[in-house]
Structure formats: C-alpha cells, structure tokens
C-alpha cells in the first residue's frame, strides 16, 4: 500500500507552508517599526488584530499566551470557515490531533496518546467535555457541532485538573449561551451531494433584562447513504441526526449565575461500520458465490445495517464570585441508550439465503457527576485553584448478540456484558509570580476509583429480561498525579515554559471474560473443588503517562500569532484489546469460532515531537492559519506482542507467534501532519465577499502494532465562497466543497480471522448554505 505520491504531495504543502510562515514573520518586522498611516475602514479593521483568546484550561478565564499548556482554540468563525462539520473534521484543523471512529464510538489521539481498546465501559484516554460535562465514552454523542461557541484541544495530560482519562489531554467544547440584552437569531439550510439537508437554528431572547434570559438550539441532518451495496435489493441506511438543546441562564445578583442546560440527542449514522476489505482480505474469497467487494467505497451485506443511539443530558452549573475568588459547582446527569447496532463484521455476503456472521448490539451508558471548583483571587503574586469531583457510570447490560448463521452451521449466542465505575478526586493547582517575568505552577490531585465487570452469556438469542446478570469482579485503583510548570514571560507579548505532568488512564476490565454459563457461585464452588477451572475476570493496570514539553507563545504584533512546542512522552502499561478466535457454542466444527477481545497490559510508548502553528493577518483582507506536527511515536517495550497478517491466498487474517514490536511506530499517530487556513475578505459593491481554502496532509497512518494495515499518506482541499448582500442585512449565501482531492480516507478499521475490514469517511462532498442572522 505504497503511495509516493502523497508524500510529495505533503513534502509540498510543507514547503508551502514554511514559505508562507517565513513570509508572515518577515512581514511583522519589516511593519513594525512603520510610521502609522491614515486608516481606512479596512485598516482600522485590521489594526483591531485578532483579538484575544480567553481559555479555561486551568478552571479559570484566563488569555491562552498565559497557560503553559498546548492549546489549539477555535472560535465559532474559525469552525464555520474551515469546513469542520462534526467532531471527527478536527483533525484537518488541529495539528497532533487524530479522530477516528469505532461505530458509535470516537478514538481521538493526540500526539499518538489513544486508546487501544474499545470493549463497553472503556473511556478513551482523551477526555471530552461539553459546557464543563464530562462524557466519558459517551463522547460519540457530540458527532455533530450545531451550536458551538468555541472549541480548546489541550494537549498533553491533564492529571491534576481533569484527572482520570486524560493521558493524551482533553478537549473542550462549549456550546452558545443565552443573551441578556436583546432578542437574536440563525437560521441556516444546507443542501449537499448524497442528497444531504442540513437545518441549524438558534434563538435566545431575555425575561428580565440582565436577569433572566433563555435560548434553543436545534439541529437536524438526513442523508443518503455515500456507499454502495453489491447485494441486490437490500438498502444501505442513511444518516437521521438530530440534536435540540435548550439553556436557562439566570443572574439574580451581580455575583450569581445559574446556567441550566438540556438536551436530547439523536445519531444514526452507520458509515464508520459500513466495511470493505483492505487489500481484498476476507474469507469470503473462498467461499463459492459469496459477493466480495473490491472498490472502497462498495459494502456487501444480506441485511440492512444499522447504527442508532439517542442520548439525554441534564445539567446545572452555578458561580458565585466572592471576595475571594470564584466557587463554581457543576452538576449533571446524561443517559446514552445505543438502541440498535449491527455489523456483518465479514465485508462479504454470503450467498442466500444465509446472513452469514452478525453481531447485534444494544446497551446503556448512563452516568452522574458533581464537581466543586474554587478559584481564588489574586494575592499579591499567588494565586490557586482547588476543587473536588464525583462520578458514577454504569456501561453495557442489554444483549450483545452474536449470530451466526452459514451453510455450515447455525448457532446464536447472547452476550451480555459490561462496567461500572464510581470514582472521586481531590485536586489543587498554584501559580506563584516570583517576579515580575518569572512564574511557577505546581498541581496535585489523588484519584480514587472502585471498578466492576457485570454480565452473563446465554445460548440462543434471549432477551434482557430472561438473563439474570451477575457482577462477576470489582477493583479499587488509586492514583496521585502531579504537575510543575515555570513560565518566563520574555516581553509583554511573549511566553516561554516548561512543564512536567504526569497522568492515568484508569484500569479496566474485559467484558467478554465473563465465564460462559456460570454464576459467581458457581464459579466459587467450582474453584473450591478443582483451583483455576473456572477463572473470572482480571483487571488490567492503569495506563499511567510522564510527560515534558518547553514552548513558546507570542504575538509580537495584534495581528500575528506564533506558537511553538518540543516535548517527550513515555506511556506504560498500555491496555491493549487483541482478538482470538473463541468457540462460543460447541462443537467447532461445525459451528464457527467467533473472534473475541482479549485485553491486556502489554506495552509502553514513547513519543518524541515537535509543533508549530502561526495566525497572521497578511493584509486587511487577508489571514493565514497555518499549523505542522512532527511525531516519533513508537513502541520502547513491547516483547510480547501478537498481531495479524494476510492468510494464505488472502482468506482472512492469521496471528503471528508472540514476538516483540520494539520500534514499530504507535497505531494513529502519523509521523507529520500540516493544516493551512487562508480567507479572504472583500467588502464590494453589493455586499461581503469572502473565499476560504482549507488544506490538510497526514503521512502514513498505521492500524495495528505490527505496522501492517495503514492508511497511505494523502492530503485533502476544502474550498467556501460566501456572500452577504449589503442589500439584506444577516444574510449569507455559501458554495462550498470538502475533500476535493476525493481521497479515500479510513474512518475505522476492524481487524480480525474474518478480515482486514475498513469504513472510509465521505468521498468528494459539495454544497451550498444559506443563513440569517437576526
């Protein structure tokens, strides 16, 4: 899988991109020292720069060039501009961020920090908010982006005030809230290739002036399915996503606010499990008259293919400013129910009149937290943040069904199977200024944690309620993660820092290693009777992260941005889900093993990088984002690694013996990616004119610890020209098209005996938009 042609591609966008860079600082010193000249509009415009960046990556407002932490911050223009349309479009616009998908599941990584593991209850090592709610696994949820305010990728782990589950950093979205002041509004219709409508609306009015005010969002997407199913007479389902979120924002004193929010959810959108064959690998090569796909973007399927999950969220957020300093209190309650998934997991159909091997999912993911902040004020040069947080989720329990029927055998198994966590933390972060220039901050939090694995197998495809499921094994884990940072302020527009943080993933346990047909009774007297024949299921260690990074923030004019980062990574005790064949329903043959996850602690990482990202203002009319990640991200200790490889005559995949993949480069963690933004801005005769080209190019991407399935280097072009008539006032009339190069970029791979599969996320897309604002 060899493409030369996308490293040229990347070599020459990157050569593009450092000219361009080298252009934008050669032209901040040749104008900084210019006398001012008679402003125009337009250069008035431009002297007003661009503008501060207000983040809260330390539980407090705060200006990004002051946090000694990576941060990529994208405001509701940036997003609107470049395209980015749902979660997994961040990754054209972040750079060391990679967005993946597992069905209804997201895989982000960050500077090759991602979770290798997908069973239920396991939260990704990438910690996703929404408004300061945490969603854990749930983060499949906020697929789409219909009302962001702004979005914040912290890079790096953040132990002491994010805690568990955030090795590889966090991202923060926050959604627009409530105007006091006046009645406003959008409205906005899309209309797309693959017959896709998109309507978007937000409306907020205020009760009582400067007291009480309300808002609604509301979203709604139906498209066709961009794949083609060989198998006649059987539809591909397309997408239907809605989203509806309502706020109540209310300040009764001038130090008071109460934020409540609300929302419901829909995502059906079964493209990332929609599965081909990666270099024609599938065992349906051997079978007589089975349809095997051999275009990307063709599927083969006897039945309709479904990926359905509704999510419901409820939260308060209330602040009080004191003297002191501010205490916030957040509290939320969500429940995700994935109501209905089902994948052939083969990418072939099997002749008719069998289905051939299908698994049906169906589970819960319902959780409540609260969380307690206090940030102080300022005391001559100290200042400190102090908190406390509680969480409880359970994960899984409805059936997990796996079906197999083939001209060989008939079979059905009910899986039954899942986690609960309950954990608190304790944190605190302080920031002393020693001078003027010279600033140190220092973090600690304690984590605890108490885990259980609770299910049941049982023969036959059973309903929930005929199953009495079982908590087979629970663990306690325990963590003190810390962070030091000392930040050198070079000029009043110029930041150096250096930082050393630590962080953890929190243990897990394997779903599927619940013994099939025994309860934990059973099991005990089993054991009692003869030691080890009935083992039940072992928790693996957390995932723990030692992290170090120097960098530089500054603007050295109000309209030129730079941003700079070195740091080295080590992560240990990497969990790790391989699959093995596993006879489910004796005898085997003739009834077909089924692959199932075994998970594992079987390795450590480490990553070495560097990034730099630049926004400049060329012109009045003109701004340039620009942004290059480099990353070696490989494995240091790995001896006892198992992965796939290609079967004889390409039927399936095979395991090879246990052997060490010391230096084989990290899943999802390309060696260099490069995002370039450029817009511009024309005021004319009959209204706002504005074009934007987005570009994005990703080296080789590996799938597997054996370096053997990747997606080959490949670069993407986004174009939007929009319109606003002078003569209507808040309208915009938009063109736009998204990877115009029509490359075939993976979505999500599965990797197993029946085949290398791979989902691929859409070809070639183009458009237009019309909004109103009001």
């Known amino acids: 899988m060899k493409s030369t042609s996308g490293k040229s591609r990347l070599a020459m966008i990157g050569v593009s991109a450092m000219a361009l ?117 749930a983060a499949g949820s906020v697929q789409n982006l219909p009302d962001i305010s702004s979005i914040a990728v912290l890079k790096g782990p953040q132990g002491t005030l994010f805690g568990r589950n955030a090795t590889g950093g966090a991202i923060q979205i926050f959604t627009r809230e409530p105007d006091m002041q006046s009645v406003s509004g959008e409205l906005s219709a899309s209309y797309a290739r693959f017959n896709s409508v ?47 979120r309502a706020k109540i924002l209310a300040t009764p004193t001038e130090t008071t606010r109460i934020l409540i929010t609300g929302l419901i959810n829909q995502q059906s959108d079964p493209s990332a499990i929609q599965y081909a064959p990666m270099l024609g690998l599938t065992v349906g090569k051997g079978i007589p008259g089975a349809i095997v796909p051999t275009r990307r973007y063709d599927v083969a399927s006897n039945l ?58 169906s589970g819960q993911d319902a959780a409540e937290q609260v969380e307690f902040d206090f940030a102080s004020s300022k005391f001559g040069g100290f200042s400190f943040v102090v908190g406390g947080n509680y969480y409880r989720n359970r994960s899984g329990g409805n059936p997990s069904q796996i079906v197999t029927s083939t001209p060989q055998a008939s079979s059905a198994v009910t899986a039954y199977g899942g986690q609960t966590a309950r954990a608190f933390a304790a944190f605190g972060e302080a920031t002393f ?12 939090r304690y984590s605890h944690e108490r885990r259980g694995v609770f ?59 619940i013994p099939f047909g025994r309860t934990p009774a059973q099991c005990a007297a089993a054991n009692t009777a003869t030691p080890g024949s009935c083992p039940l299921p072992i928790a693996v260690n957390p995932e723990k992260i030692r992290a170090f990074e120097v960098g530089l923030k500054a603007a050295p004019t109000p309209w030129l941005r730079i941003n700079g980062a070195l740091y080295a990574y080590q992560l ?5 889900l391989s699959f093995s064949n596993v006879c489910v329903t004796a005898p085997c043959p003739p009834n077909p093993t089924t692959p199932l996850g075994r998970l594992s602690n079987a390795a450590t990482t480490t990553m070495y990088g560097a990034e730099v990202d630049v926004d400049a203002r060329i012109t ?26 290609p079967a004889p005559g390409g039927l399936g995949l095979i395991s090879t013996p246990i052997m060490s993949a010391n230096g084989k480069q990290a899943p999802r963690a390309p060696k260099a990616t490069l995002n370039v933004s450029a817009t511009y801005t024309k005021d004319l005769p009959i209204g706002e004119f504005s074009l ?45 098209g998204t990877n115009l190069t029509n490359e075939a970029v993976i979505l999500s791979t599965f990797l197993n005996a029946n085949g290398a599969l791979a989902s691929y996320a859409p070809p070639r897309t183009y458009g237009a938009t019309v909004s109103f604002k009001f």
């Open 21 to 137: 860079m080298h252009a934008s600082a050669g032209f901040a010193q040749d104008t900084a020292g210019a006398a001012p000249a008679a402003a125009s509009p337009a250069a008035a415009e431009a002297d007003e720069g661009l503008g501060e960046i207000v983040v809260t990556a330390q539980k407090r407002e705060e200006n990004i060039r002051d946090v000694p932490i990576s941060i990529t911050a994208l405001s509701a223009d940036d997003i609107a501009n470049s395209g980015v349309r749902n979660i997994t479009d961040l990754t054209a616009v972040v750079p060391g961020l990679k967005m993946d998908r597992v069905g209804a599941v997201f895989l982000p990584a960050i500077r090759g920090v991602s979770t290798l593991t997908t069973t239920g209850g396991v939260e990704p090592n990438v910690a996703t908010y929404v408004d300061n709610v945490y969603l854990g696994g």
């Open 304 to 361: 309709p293919i479904p990926l359905l999950s509704r999510s419901k969220m409820a939260s308060i957020e209330i602040s009080q400013e004191t003297s002191l300093g501010e205490i916030t209190l957040l509290g939320a309650v969500r429940k995700n129910d994935n109501v209905l998934s089902r994948t052939t997991a083969t990418a072939f159909a099997y002749p008719a009149p069998f289905t051939g091997v299908n698994y049906t999912i």
């Open 198 to 244: 998109t309507l978007k609306g937000f409306l907020t009015a205020p009760i009582i002036a400067d007291k009480l005010a309300v808002s609604v969002s509301g979203y709604r997407e139906t498209a066709d399915s961009y794949y083609n199913n060989l198998t006649p007479n059987v539809p591909l389902i397309g997408v239907h996503n809605y989203t509806v």
């Open 620 to 645: 009045p009319e003109l701004r340039i984002q620009a942004g290059v990640s480099l990353l070696d991200a490989s494995f240091s200790d790995y001896p006892n690694a198992v992965w796939n490889l």
């Open 692 to 736: 934007t080209a987005n570009g994005y190019a990703s080296e080789r991407i590996y799938f597997d610890v054996g370096n053997v399935f990747y997606q080959p280097a490949y670069a993407t072009l986004g174009l939007r020209a929009s319109l606003s008539p002078s003569s209507l006032p808040g309208l915009t009339v938009s063109v736009w």
């Open 433 to 444: 200024e020693l001078t003027d220039s010279l600033s140190i901050v220092g973090g600690l």
């Open 455 to 513: 299910g049941a197998w049982a023969v036959g495809a059973t309903a929930a309620d005929a199953v009495t499921q079982y908590e087979y094994a629970s663990k306690n884990f325990s963590s003190m993660t810390y962070k030091a940072a000392v930040r050198y302020e070079l000029s009043p527009d110029a930041n150096v820092y250096f930082t050393y943080s630590t962080g953890f993933r929190s243990g897990n346990f394997n779903n599927f290693d």
């Open 572 to 576: 240990s005790d990497i969990q790790i």
